[in-house]
């Protein structure tokens, strides 16, 4: 949810200077900027950690193919996802048990969790929505108590926190999206993943290198696992590592823009997505929820493009699933689904376009 031309613009320069070089060397696969954007980012999540893939969606099958599911295994989610969030447990041969949503943070109902585990379930995989994060500290201690592992889906919260510490660092994997539009994007699709176990680390190296361990100059080059190729492109790796240095900046000029949201659109009419006391959300974009959200939608988006629905169908009621018969009870995620409407909140919105855009929204509902 940008405007992707003023994010190139603001770094036009040193952008192409990167590309240039990256050419120039004519290393294009791996080499010196992934490594070192590795690197960075795991210095920035203060995480063991970090392996790079070729989409979030990747990261997400990557990071469940370590745990290596069986066909009864279940992994508990949420449905008011993007559509890979789902597939990837359904592509890895597992069961999703989806969960119903919390009103407020629009993230996993915690407090519906442990009713929904089976002796048959292995792992859980919050989404923080819209970057806003879950609460890991009541996830934790239920995985703990249940034995099980935890995957967070942080596609959409790049640099948010979580008790002072970054999102990335919390659990057993975290996978992010830098998929253009992403709060960290490069120029095509991309992905991370970071955990603090070397041994989920090792598997991800070979899970996303046709199974190698490693890339000798000379062959032979032996392959260890079945895997895939799932690799980030070096010129995404290089044009993160110019933007990664900005994502600080980035989040706290979002977090102004949701904070002008709020007291421009403060009316009884518009619900607001609730943040945990201790979190800091990195707002992907800035969702509302309001009353004849479809009216209301058609007329905004006309004025702007970027105002958005997202996740409609919720995953469990989209065309791929209509077959998976299930009787999880997901009241909030239909409710809630047929209310949000997206408003932009990125680094380039200037205080003049939030005004305008929250002033249209005002008359709108009125
Ligand atoms: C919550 C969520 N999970 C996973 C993904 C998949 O990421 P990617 O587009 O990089 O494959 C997305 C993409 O938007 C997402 O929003």
């Known amino acids: 949810m940008y405007d992707l ?8 320069k040193i952008i192409l200077s990167k590309i240039e070089n990256v050419l120039s060397k004519g290393v294009l696969e791996m080499g010196e900027e992934v490594e070192k954007f590795e690197e960075n980012f795991k210095k920035y999540c203060n995480v063991k950690y970090c392996v790079t893939v070729s989409s979030g969606s990747m990261g997400l099958l990557l990071a469940l193919k370590t745990l290596d599911l069986k066909k009864n295994d279940e992994v508990i989610t949420v449905s008011n996802s993007d559509i890979p969030t789902s597939h990837a447990i359904t592509l890895v041969g597992a069961k999703i048990k989806w969960v119903d949503i919390n009103e407020d943070s629009l993230n996993i109902d915690e407090n519906k969790i442990e009713k929904n585990i089976t002796k048959n379930t292995r792992a859980i995989l919050p989404v ?62 991309g992905g991370i993943i970071t955990t603090n176990s070397k041994n989920l680390y ?14 000798p100059k000379k062959w032979p080059v032996k392959s260890y696992t079945i895997g895939y190729n799932s690799k980030l492109s070096t010129i995404s790796a290089a044009i993160l590592n110019i933007r990664l240095e900005k994502l600080d900046e980035y989040i706290q000029i979002r977090n102004y823009n949701a904070e002008l949201y709020k007291e421009i659109l403060f009316s009884k009419k518009i619900k607001f997505q609730k943040t945990l006391k201790d979190a800091k959300s990195s707002w992907r974009n800035f969702p509302i929820r309001i009353k ?46 047929s209310e949000i409407l997206n408003l932009p909140c990125h680094q380039y919105m200037t205080k003049n376009e939030i005004e305008t855009l929250s002033n ?7």
């Open 128 to 189: 923080h929505l819209f970057g806003n994060p879950c609460n890991i500290s009541k996830i934790s201690s239920i995985a703990k108590k249940h034995k099980l592992k935890i995957i967070e889906d942080a596609c959409l919260a790049t640099g948010a926190e979580y008790k002072n510490k970054k999102i990335g660092s919390l659990s057993d994997l975290t996978v992010f999206s830098t998929n253009p539009g992403k709060i960290l994007d490069g120029i095509g699709p």
């Open 5 to 12: 031309k003023k994010h190139f613009l603001a770094d036009k």
């Open 360 to 366: 249209h929204l005002l008359n709108l509902i009125n």
């Open 292 to 337: 004849n959200r479809n009216k209301i939608y058609d007329k905004l988006n006309s004025i702007n493009s970027l105002v958005k629905l997202n996740y409609l169908p919720p995953n469990h009621q989209d065309e791929c699933y209509k077959n998976f018969k299930h009787n999880f009870d997901l009241k909030i995620t239909e409710k809630v689904n």
């Open 202 to 215: 090792l598997q991800l190296l070979q899970l996303r290198d046709y199974g190698r361990k490693e890339r």
